[in-house]
């Protein structure tokens, strides 16, 4: 892609690394709303040149692996060099191809689950692709996230097998069903031919070193009558917004799970984040939602009221808000986070809210699940 010696993310100087994860974050959230982008791609451009041209493969492979190249490719084409245009351009094309198989893939999913009579929910980017992103084609995914009620889980997984489908993994919150023979073609991450896994979940959860948030619990002590579709926004934000309070205190956030939040957040109705509040106001829940919210607010001018922070924020410890007051976008995220200092016991003092949830941190850092996804025979 460039003649120039090759320069590693890493390496690049950390102020540099952190005004563009906070300046192409931003206009990714701008571009997957439909809002103006001129200001913001004149920011990120700028931070993009300061790096300097060896930093061009660096770049292109660290938008790709954040989520955000088919939202920031066109803002920037002429503001960039070459190498980091055309770089964006070609990462654009594989998500615009890979959304295209996957759409495809949902339609012949939908079309197995109905027929087979079993109730079902797009969850995470399934959902957000459709319903979120001006643009499906947007809004890279790796897989496909459904809900389907434990009593039909195995008629679920009959539909799903008939087309072609195998069990490959399982874990807490999900099990994964595979196509036979699927292998990575282009391990920079987006190609249609890359497997597109289908994860079933018969529970609404997120977790973090072993503590969890039952979501389907929550929204269903809240919405128990209202005949309200499913997922609904508030239900939807508060998975999102979970989903990347948990990536980002673990130091593996992709800022595309910040840009949902944003996303979503520019979409919500005061009758949205009121039922938000009504769920996630307690300690439990609100330690997993108000982190990702306060960092969207403030890394990417998501427009989260600050009445809801305060309602939230009223139930963090302040250990946790220390951190959030103090994390660095980038050193929260995948890229940036190997690299950033981290004190020992960070999570153990910021995490839990009693002994006995000190204790089960503890246990699980002291003896960790063996993968995240324990694989499977069947």
């Known amino acids: 892609m460039t003649t120039h010696p090759f320069t590693t993310w890493a390496s690049l100087d950390r102020r540099l690394r952190r005004a563009l994860a906070r300046d192409a974050a931003r206009l990714a959230a701008a571009a997957a709303i439909g809002n103006d982008t001129q200001r913001l791609a004149a920011a990120a451009a700028a931070t993009i040149a300061a790096c300097g041209p060896a930093a061009a493969d660096a770049l292109v492979r660290w938008a790709e692996a954040e989520g955000l190249s088919a939202l920031i490719a066109p803002a920037l084409r002429p503001l960039t060099p070459g190498a980091v245009a055309d770089g964006l351009a070609d990462t654009a094309q594989r998500v615009t191809e890979r959304a295209v198989v996957l759409a495809a893939d949902r339609q012949s999913l939908a079309a197995a689950l109905t027929a087979a009579g079993v109730p079902w929910r797009p969850l995470k980017g399934a959902w957000l692709a459709d319903h979120a992103y001006r643009d499906a084609a947007l809004r890279p995914m790796a897989d496909i996230d459904i809900w389907v009620p434990r009593e039909r889980e195995a008629a679920a997984i009959e539909a799903i097998a008939a087309l072609g489908y195998r069990r490959s993994a399982a874990s807490w919150k999900h099990s994964v069903y595979a196509m036979p023979g699927d292998h990575v073609v282009d391990w920079r991450g987006e190609h249609a031919a890359n497997p597109r ?11 973090f070193r072993g503590l969890v948030i039952d979501i389907g619990d929550l929204r269903a002590r809240a919405h128990s009558n209202d005949g309200e579709a499913w997922p609904d926004p508030a239900a939807m934000l508060l998975h999102v917004a979970a989903h990347a309070s948990v ?4 130091r593996r956030l992709r800022l ?11 979409a919500a109705s005061e009758r949205t984040w009121h039922q938000l509040m009504a769920v996630a106001a307690t300690p439990r829940a609100a330690r997993f939602v108000w ?3 306060e960092l969207a607010r403030r890394e990417l001018d998501a427009p989260v009221p600050a009445s809801v922070l305060r309602a939230l924020g009223a139930s963090i410890r302040a250990p946790l808000r220390r951190w959030a007051d103090g994390i660095d976008l980038d050193d929260a995220t995948r890229s940036g986070g190997a690299t950033a200092p981290r004190p020992l016991w960070e999570i153990p003092r910021l995490w839990p809210l ?4 000190s204790l089960t941190v503890m246990r699980w850092i002291a ?12």
């Open 354 to 357: 009693d002994v006995r949830e």
């Open 256 to 266: 595309l799970a910040l840009v949902d939040v944003a996303v979503l957040a520019s």
């Open 247 to 250: 990536d980002a205190l673990g």
């Open 197 to 207: 896994p289908i994860e079933v979940h018969r529970r609404w959860l997120e977790g």
């Open 291 to 293: 982190p990702s919210l």
């Open 367 to 378: 003896w960790p699940p063996r993968a995240a996804a324990r694989r499977s025979s069947a």
